[in-house]
């Protein structure tokens, strides 16, 4: 029999953490809709080709990261490791070109086997948007926009940091490819072997290396703003003005690339301090060149992805479920009344937890434990009445309250 493990690097999302997950996607999701971008999913696996094709062959996660095997029809199939490659599929494959510009919100799981560390796991979690159709850069400027104030939503926009760059067109990055050749060849004995490889494959990535003799070697480096063609400058110039304009601040860092190879001028990071050698928690940019280079016509796009685990991690406190009131039964028809009382209340809205069992010191003490913000008991002596007594929890305080009178009286602790 299998380990009753976990498989390594993937986690059991649990209590108040799971909490915050679901939090973090529907505040999201709710400030996308404010965009108007709608929800969009795709299926967590797809033929290995949708992913391959279009991260390049060269990036991290297709020569390491994936999850591929072959399914028992004999298809080549891999568990998504991002969410754009399978929207891009999805484009095409659903004819969604008639509706452009699409515009797109999802979440959910993606897998990469990578070296499980804090905030980096095999199975981890993302919220991501796309803009598809849209070649201006006012598109640009709006998808970033939309991720300032989802993590603003979540109190945590203070704590990161906007980085930014331009990966410009394709012939600026052939000039800039060959510089980059020209100089880290002068330099390869000091380069990582992963990135000695890289030299020949696309030297670009290299850029993106975290190792730390790399990092030296690179801070030498040309630097692509002087390889950009007018266009791209200009491309650029207008995307930096639109975040001006709407008063968001950024870092220009020459030295963002983006991993996969599907990007084109804008390039963009939200980092952060507080997470130690994670410190991305939101990147994205712009990918003209992806549609076409899966075999549909040529669809300009722009996008980002956010790791909830990271968000996560940035809450100040996990997120607080609405306290509730618990209902405690006492005797036989106490306890159906409870029963019956448990619906009408949860229909008017309210946050209900029955006691299933024992008598009123058990259900005080359960009331406790959940952090319950009143008790509302109801014996024989109350059924009598048709009343209940109603217990604030904080201050102890007891009132007898009609049970026709009850949504009224506990709405002040909706
Ligand atoms: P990194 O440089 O940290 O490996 P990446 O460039 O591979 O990040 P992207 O592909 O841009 O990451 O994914 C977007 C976001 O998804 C990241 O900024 C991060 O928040 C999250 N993320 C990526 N990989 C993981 C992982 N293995 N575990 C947890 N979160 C991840
Ligand atoms: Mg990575």
């Not at 991290?60 to 199939?77: H, N, W």
């Not at 515009?103 to 796309?130: A, N, T, W």
């Not at 990271?310 to 036989?332: D, W």
């Amino acid at each position: 029999m299998a380990k009753l493990q976990p498989v390594r690097g993937t986690h059991d999302l649990l209590g108040d953490e799971a909490r915050s997950h679901l939090a973090i996607v529907e505040a999201a999701r709710d400030v996308a809709d404010r965009y108007g971008y709608g929800p969009m999913s795709t299926p967590v696996f797809e033929f290995t080709d949708v992913f391959q094709r279009t991260l390049g062959d060269t990036s991290d996660i297709v020569t390491k990261e994936m999850y591929t095997f072959e399914d028992k029809g004999g298809d080549s199939l891999t568990l998504r490791p991002e969410g754009t490659a399978g929207i891009a599929r999805a484009v095409i494959s659903g004819g969604l070109r008639n509706e452009l510009p699409l515009k797109c919100f999802y979440s959910g799981p993606m897998f990469r086997h990578e070296r499980p560390q804090k905030g980096r796991l095999r199975q981890f979690h993302q919220i991501g948007v796309e803009l598809i159709g849209v070649a201006e850069p006012t598109g640009d400027v709006e998808v970033i926009a939309l991720a300032a104030d989802i993590l603003d939503t979540l109190g945590i926009l203070e704590d990161t940091t906007l980085e930014l760059n331009t990966l410009g067109d394709s012939e600026s990055r052939a000039l800039y490819r060959d510089a980059l050749v020209a100089y880290f060849t002068g330099v390869a004995d000091k380069l990582s072997d992963d990135s000695r490889e890289r030299l020949t494959r696309n030297p670009l990535r290299i850029l993106d290396s975290k190792d730390k003799g790399d990092r030296e070697v690179i801070a030498d480096a040309p630097v692509f703003g002087d390889y950009l063609s007018a266009p791209a400058q200009e491309f650029f110039g207008a995307v930096c003005q639109g975040l001006d304009t709407i008063g968001l601040g950024y870092t220009l860092n020459p030295r963002l690339v983006r991993g996969l190879d599907y990007y084109s001028h804008t390039a963009f990071e939200f980092t952060t301090e507080s997470l130690g050698a994670q410190g991305t928690v939101l990147a994205g940019g712009r990918y003209d060149g992806l549609i076409e280079t899966m075999g549909g016509a040529a669809t300009p796009g722009v996008g980002w992805a956010a790791g909830i685990e990271r968000l996560s991690m940035m809450l100040a406190e996990p997120v607080a479920r609405t306290r509730p009131i618990t209902l405690i039964g006492l005797g036989e028809d106490g306890e159906r009344e409870t029963v019956r009382l448990a619906r009408t209340l949860r229909q008017a809205g309210l946050t209900i937890e029955l006691v299933y069992k024992g008598g009123l010191k058990r259900g005080l003490r359960r009331a406790d434990r959940i952090n319950a913000a009143a008790a509302v008991m109801i014996g024989d002596d109350e059924l009598a009445r048709n009343a209940a007594t109603v217990r604030d929890l904080d201050s102890g305080e007891q009132t007898d309250v009609a049970i026709a009178d009850l949504t009224d009286h506990l709405a002040a602790y909706r």
